[in-house]
C-alpha cells in the first residue's frame, strides 16, 4: 500500500469548514483513497472514499488532484464532535478482505 | 448499517489471568475478523487477521501462544489474552468485512479497555 503523510494536528472553528490534507504521492493507479475517522476512546468509523473523482457523502466532501498525488476531506460544517483523530489511506479495492494500515494520523480539534 | 460489537467494553484482571473479549458482527456475517490494539495517544496497530473456520495470521512480534484467537462462527471471533501483564493494557479493537457482498468498508467494533493490574 502506499504510504500517506498528513499534519500531525489541525485545528478548526465550530461552524467553519475543516480541510485535512493528505499527501499521497506514490499511489498507484488502482489505490483507492479511504478516510476513516476515530473519536477518542472508540472504534474507528469510515467517513468516505474515492478513486479520482471526487465524492460526496452526508458526512464529508473528498477531493482529489488530477494527479491524485494528494487529496483533501472536507467537512463542511465541523461541530464539536468532530473532534477526533483522522486517518487517510490508500489501497487497492481487491485487497478489501485484508486488514486496514493506519498511520498516525490528523488530529482535529474544534472549539467553539 | 453494519454493526460490530464487542464485550466486554471495559475490564481489569489481576496480572498472571486470562481475559476472553467477544468481538460480533450483529447483522452481517463475516468471514473475515481483525484484531487491532491501541496504546494512549498511539495509532491502531493489527495484532491479527481471524479467519472463521481457520486459524489465524498473526503480525510480526504478536505472540500467537499469548493472544488466542478463534473464529468459531461467522459472526463471532474471540480474543483471549492469556496470562495477562500489566503491559498488555491497552485498548483493543476489532473489525469485520461483510461477506456477503463486495464492499469496501470495514466495520469497527466500539474497543474495549484492557486494564491488568
Known amino acids: 500500500d502506499a504510504k500517506t503523510t498528513q499534519p500531525p494536528s489541525m485545528d478548526c472553528a465550530e461552524g467553519r469548514a475543516a480541510n485535512l490534507p493528505c499527501n499521497h504521492s506514490?499511489?498507484?493507479?488502482?489505490?483507492?483513497v479511504y478516510w476513516y475517522r476515530q473519536i477518542h476512546s472508540q472504534g474507528p468509523q469510515y467517513i468516505i472514499h474515492?478513486?479520482?473523482n471526487n465524492e460526496t457523502n452526508e458526512m464529508a466532501s473528498l477531493i482529489i488532484t488530477e494527479d491524485r498525488k494528494s487529496s483533501t476531506l472536507i467537512l463542511p460544517h465541523a461541530t464539536l464532535r468532530d473532534t477526533a483523530v483522522y486517518y487517510c489511506?490508500?489501497?487497492?479495492?481487491?485487497?478489501?478482505?485484508?486488514?486496514?494500515?493506519f498511520g498516525k494520523g490528523t488530529t482535529l480539534s474544534v472549539s467553539s | 448499517g453494519a454493526v460490530v460489537s464487542q464485550h466486554p467494553s471495559r475490564v481489569i484482571c489481576k496480572s498472571g489471568t486470562s481475559v476472553k473479549i467477544e468481538c460480533r458482527s450483529l447483522?452481517?456475517?463475516?468471514?473475515?475478523m481483525f484484531w487491532y490494539r491501541q496504546f494512549p495517544k498511539q495509532s491502531l496497530m493489527l495484532m491479527a487477521t481471524?479467519?472463521?473456520?481457520?486459524?489465524?495470521?498473526?503480525e510480526q512480534g504478536v505472540e500467537k501462544d499469548k493472544f488466542l484467537i478463534n473464529h468459531a462462527s461467522l459472526t463471532l471471533s474471540t480474543l483471549t489474552v492469556t496470562s495477562a501483564h500489566p503491559e498488555d493494557s491497552s485498548f483493543y479493537i476489532c473489525?469485520?468485512?461483510?461477506?456477503?457482498?463486495?464492499?469496501?468498508?470495514?466495520?469497527f467494533g466500539p474497543g474495549t479497555r484492557l486494564t491488568v493490574t
Open positions: 473489525s469485520a468485512r461483510d461477506a456477503t457482498g463486495y464492499s469496501y468498508e470495514q466495520y
Open positions: 506514490t499511489i498507484s493507479g488502482n489505490e483507492y
Open positions: 474515492g478513486l479520482k
Open positions: 489511506i490508500v489501497r487497492v479495492a481487491s485487497q478489501a478482505g485484508t486488514a486496514l494500515i
Open positions: 447483522d452481517f456475517q463475516a468471514t473475515t
Open positions: 481471524s479467519n472463521e473456520g481457520s486459524k489465524a495470521t498473526y
